[in-house]
């Protein structure tokens, strides 16, 4: 997709954005969706990538979503929208395939030529520019932001200023690799979201092995079993006590909707935490379609005597340590505490994801509410301050719940934040959806 530059020339009047997004995921990209069928609203939406991108480096052919199609950008806050995965698919002629497939979770490809589809249709998209620092003018009740273009980091002509009423973070997380694994990252030592990038250097190596037991880590795992050669030993662990599904039954569903949400934002923040360490298999499983394939794929290649698959839950990675051929893996056993060395020439991190430092809030610390971790404090409405004008997307979890990560929850959450900038209830929420009482 061509990317639309800023214009440069001087105004006569400074402009100020109703709206200003930094960071054009998923998230924000359906912020831009909703935001454009809601009149003089003036909103701009900026990322320091040159073009949308979703996990580039795990786009299998055979990945799917964890999520339903209806779960997209835009649906289920705005079922007539010309943004939906439906009017996607009747746009690309392939509307007809997808009934014809009944298969309602899409080819993770697919989805994200979704979105470079929708964000073709915006006018309010602007990438390649990178925020450096917003601050707040008290005088005027406005943000001015200091952004600068990626291509041209060192031309001073390429910085400008941006002013806003109000703001939303959508930078999205950061892959997060354990600290004994730091020292020895490299091309044989790498986290799973750089697997596409990384595979090269791994083909024909005799042994891999994969740490992490969540989606991503599942799907690597079974690319592995199906790319490599038989005589390559791969071996699987998880510190968790088994690879688990994660739970699509339609109690668990309900509780990534707002009622859960209200339910779990009045508890006390010590309550929260232990909650959320126990609800792992409610957003860190593994598709159920997903173990079958794989244990469907290690039954047959046992059939035909291969003996060097090994899976090893209870695991616990503490050390890496390099040799001269290869590496060693420390582990202690979560259940026996007994320590365990193994070792292999490649190792794959699938060791999940933590939410990204925004360094150009700095100016604005003492508008923003922290708690003791040094966490966003996160008001109902999605606001970290106290003029309901400065807004997150994901980096709720540790106050909202588990779903704050959940692509489904994308548009009630933009639903919310739009509401709160508009004074009104633009777009209506659907309240009160649950039949459990939390």
Request: with cysteine.
């Amino acid at each position: 997709m061509q990317n639309k530059s800023i214009d440069l020339r001087p105004e006569r009047k400074k402009r100020i954005y109703d709206l200003v997004g930094i960071g054009i995921g998923p998230f924000n990209l359906g912020l831009a969706c909703m935001s454009d069928s809601v009149e003089n609203l003036d909103a701009l939406f900026i990322d320091e990538k040159k073009s949308f991108q979703w996990h580039p480096g795990l786009l299998l052919p055979s990945a799917r979503m964890q999520v339903p199609f209806y779960a997209d950008l835009i649906t289920l806050a705005d079922p007539m929208s010309k943004f939906t995965y439906i009017n996607y698919l009747h746009a690309k002629q392939r509307l007809f395939h997808f009934a014809i497939l009944e298969n309602n979770f899409p080819k993770r490809m697919e989805y994200l030529d979704y979105c470079n589809w929708a964000a073709s249709l915006l006018e309010t998209l602007r990438f390649g520019w990178r925020c450096e620092k917003i601050c707040f003018n008290k005088e005027e009740n406005i943000y001015e932001m200091v952004i600068r273009e990626t291509s041209a980091s060192e031309i001073p002509e390429k910085k400008l200023s941006l002013f806003a009423r109000h703001i939303v973070m959508g930078i999205g997380s950061q892959a997060y690799l354990p600290p004994c694994a730091e020292k020895d990252r490299g091309n044989t030592v790498f986290h799973g979201s750089e697997y596409l990038f990384k595979i090269r250097w791994i083909t024909g190596l005799k042994s891999i092995s994969v740490i992490g037991s969540g989606q991503s880590g599942a799907e690597i795992f079974q690319d592995l079993l199906q790319r490599m050669e038989p005589e390559i030993e791969l071996n699987w662990f998880t510190r968790n006590a088994e690879f688990f599904p994660m739970d699509y039954s339609s109690f668990a569903l309900e509780m990534a909707g707002p009622d859960y949400i209200d339910y779990f934002f009045s508890l006390p923040a010590d309550q929260k935490k232990s909650i959320l360490k126990s609800q792992n298999h409610l957003y860190k499983g593994i598709n159920a379609s997903l173990i079958r394939e794989i244990y469907e794929d290690l039954d047959f290649q046992s059939l035909r005597g291969r003996k060097n698959l090994h899976l090893y839950p209870n695991m616990e990675l503490y050390e890496i340590v390099p040799q001269s051929d290869g590496h060693n893996l420390k582990f202690r056993h979560t259940r026996t505490g007994r320590a365990e060395e193994f070792r292999t020439k490649a190792i794959i991190l699938s060791t999940g994801y933590r939410n990204t430092r925004a360094d150009f809030l700095s100016p604005l610390r003492n508008l923003i509410r922290y708690d003791d971790a040094g966490q966003f404090i996160v008001n109902r409405n999605y606001s970290i301050d106290g003029r309901n004008s400065l807004f997150v997307q994901n980096a709720e979890a540790h106050t909202h719940g588990f779903n704050a990560s959940d692509l489904g929850l994308g548009p009630y959450r933009n639903a919310v934040i739009l509401n709160t900038i508009l004074g009104k209830e633009h777009f209506q929420v659907e309240r009160k959806i649950s039949f459990q009482h939390y």
